[in-house]
């Protein structure tokens, strides 16, 4: 069962497009990616970052993967001798690769890592460095629309707030009905937090200003009105609404007001009632109360993204806490990946892992049979995904 599973392909339900301008990157830089705290802090401290036990795992499996020795040092000279084409190409771990070039290393990681397809979030980095991704790998994709990128980046027009909203619903329709989108994403957990309430849209306009004004962590009823404005479009269009559920995602998030239980008020409201509502990142590390959420609700999911990578050592216990609570058709595999393909390949590694150790455990407990077992982690590493995002 164990090589089986090794051997399954995964769908990233949740992760972010690369850039072609970290085709070189140091191990610092690699460590900092992995770091929660340091995400756009280019000066962090490198003794900090490098302590974490993801930055040390993964060295040791691109060590593996490259054929070199184990350690910074060598694991990044190999990495930036194959991205440049100092290699004539060959064979390696992960299967054939053609002599360097960027495109080269990042399509050949990810299909090693037997990456199905990746459902991309691109309100970050962003859309603008999208095309570079596009030139890098054809692995399969659905794209989602980050619905608070979409307000910040309409502020800038200075719109009136009737000129704003119909902007929103018509960029909305238009990249889900006509472009194909495969849902939206909201990053209210970042401003005013989960505890989303019912708001109208005289309170939404009265606090358009203060938002135009760059002040959104003090608008509640604005971004609540957004939120429910997006779910009304994902009920309408039948496609999705990913959350972000987790105090990760850099250290302005306030650590209260991302508890996947705020949720539930939302979700008992009528807006709530028919919308497919995703926790990104499993509520980490209240995913109890995500697991529970699913439990109750029939139409919410959530993914294993960001912490089956940083936190990969608790990643198959955190699955049985969840699995423990939630059905198992409701949660999905995700890395969270973003800027290099490493994140990427190794969250496939250390998720497929984290299937086969929960798997194991539930067979050894006798809940699952092997053969019911192996259906759970299909489930789990692409066919819940593969139903939801219609891949
Ligand atoms: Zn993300």
């Not at 990042?106 to 979030?121: C, P, Q, R, S, T």
């Not at 329709?173 to 994403?185: D, F, H, M, P, T």
Request: charged residues 20%; aromatic residues 10%; hydrophobic residues 45%.
């Amino acid at each position: 069962m164990l090589e089986t599973i090794a051997s399954l392909p995964v769908i990233d339900a949740h992760c972010h497009h690369l850039t072609a301008q970290l085709a070189q990157v140091s191990a610092d830089h690699i460590a900092r990616i992995l770091c929660p705290g340091a995400l756009g802090t280019p000066d962090w401290p490198s003794d900090h970052a490098r302590e974490f036990l993801s930055f040390k795992r993964m060295i040791r499996e691109m060590a593996r993967y490259l054929g070199c020795d184990d350690g910074p040092d060598a694991v990044m000279a190999a990495r930036a001798a194959r991205v440049r084409g100092s290699d004539a190409g060959g064979s390696c771990a992960g299967g054939s690769y053609a002599r360097g070039s960027y495109a080269a290393y990042v399509d050949g990681m990810l299909k090693a890592a037997n990456i199905e397809a990746l459902v991309l979030d691109l309100g970050f980095p962003g859309p603008d460095t999208y095309p570079e991704f596009e030139a890098l790998t054809d692995i399969p994709r659905r794209l989602i629309l980050r619905e608070t990128w979409l307000s910040n980046t309409l502020a800038k027009e200075q719109l009136g707030f009737k000129e704003f909203l119909r902007r929103f619903d018509a960029y909305v329709e238009n990249e889900v009905r006509v472009k194909g989108s495969a849902g939206l994403k909201s990053y209210i957990a970042a401003t005013t937090g989960l505890g989303v309430e019912p708001a109208s849209e005289a309170s939404a306009e009265t606090q358009y200003p203060e938002f135009l004004a760059g002040k959104a962590r003090q608008t509640k009823a604005f971004n609540d009105f957004m939120f429910c404005r997006a779910a009304d479009h994902c009920i309408d269009m039948d496609v999705p609404l990913q959350v972000h559920t987790c105090i990760f995602g850099g250290r302005n998030l306030t650590m209260e007001a991302v508890r996947p239980s705020l949720l539930q008020p939302f979700l008992q409201h009528r807006r709530g009632a028919n919308l497919k509502l995703v926790l990104v990142h499993g509520g980490f590390p209240w995913v109890e109360e995500a697991a529970a959420l699913a439990a109750l609700f029939p139409d919410v999911w959530l993914d294993m993204s960001q912490w089956v990578v940083w936190n990969p050592l608790m990643a198959a216990q955190r699955l049985l806490t969840i699995l423990t609570i939630a059905p198992a058709n409701r949660v999905m595999y995700g890395s969270d990946g973003a800027f290099i393909p490493e994140f990427h390949w190794f969250g496939a590694l250390t998720g497929r892992e984290a299937v086969a150790q929960a798997m194991t455990e539930l067979v050894r407990g006798e809940f699952l049979d092997e053969a019911q077992a192996l259906t759970m982690a299909r489930m789990i590493l692409a066919d819940n995904a593969r139903a939801l995002y219609r891949l």
